[in-house]
Each structure stands twice: as C-alpha cells, then as structure tokens.
C-alpha cells in the first residue's frame, strides 16, 4: 500500500533553516508530480511548491519563493523541502502529496515551528 515517512520537522528560530523530507513507497514514485502543501491553525490547506515526475519543473507559492527549495530523488524515493530564511508565518504542518491524473495521495503531516 502506499506510504509517507515525513522527517525533517521541528522547532526553529526566526531566519533559521530546516529540510523536510518524504520517503514514498508502494507506488512508480518516478511517475507522480509531487508537491509539498502547508496547513497553518485556523487556515485551509496551500500549495508551497511542486516538482514534475522528472524533477525540471518546479512551481512555488510567492510567499516562499526564494527561501525554499523543493526537489526530489527518483532513485530513493524521496521528496524534499528545503525551508531557509525561516519566517514565524511559516508555521504550519506540512504535507506531502503525489499527483498522477486522478490519483492523489498524502502523507501524514509534520510540524514545522518557527519560534523565538
């Protein structure tokens, strides 16, 4: 069946770094677009960015765009989020997700704090 491991959360300071990753199995993880997606308290889920299948293509909400970096490993499966320049607004639980035509499938979430 298919599954997330989500790593990479935590607590960090305003203008620290953190990088999230994904590992996926159960599924052709080369075939999916994959996108990480953000969920902050009292807000609906948003889009933080996406990679194609290949990994040439990426797409970023303009609130990140510069600070984060999104990428993948089609050989280990993995997804990844690299967060600089960490902002409190940042705070939320992150998602991974994996897109092919209809199918969707989401990870678990992990929690990303960014504190004084």
């Known amino acids: 069946q298919v599954q997330f491991v989500e790593s990479g959360g935590g607590l960090v300071q305003p203008g620290g770094s953190l990088r999230l990753s994904c590992a996926a199995s159960?599924?052709?993880?080369?075939?999916?677009?994959m996108s990480w997606y953000r969920q902050a308290p009292g807000k609906e889920r948003e889009l933080v960015a996406r990679i194609t299948s290949t990994g040439l293509s990426t797409v970023y909400a303009d609130s990140v765009k510069g600070r984060f970096t999104i990428s993948r490993d089609n050989v280990k499966n993995t997804l990844y989020l690299q967060m600089n320049s960490l902002k409190p607004d940042d705070t939320a639980v992150y998602y991974c997700?994996?897109?092919?035509?209809?199918?969707?499938?989401w990870g678990q979430g992990t929690q990303v704090t960014v504190s004084s």
């Open positions: 997700q994996a897109v092919r035509y209809r199918e969707d499938y």
């Open positions: 159960g599924f052709t993880f080369s075939n999916y677009a």
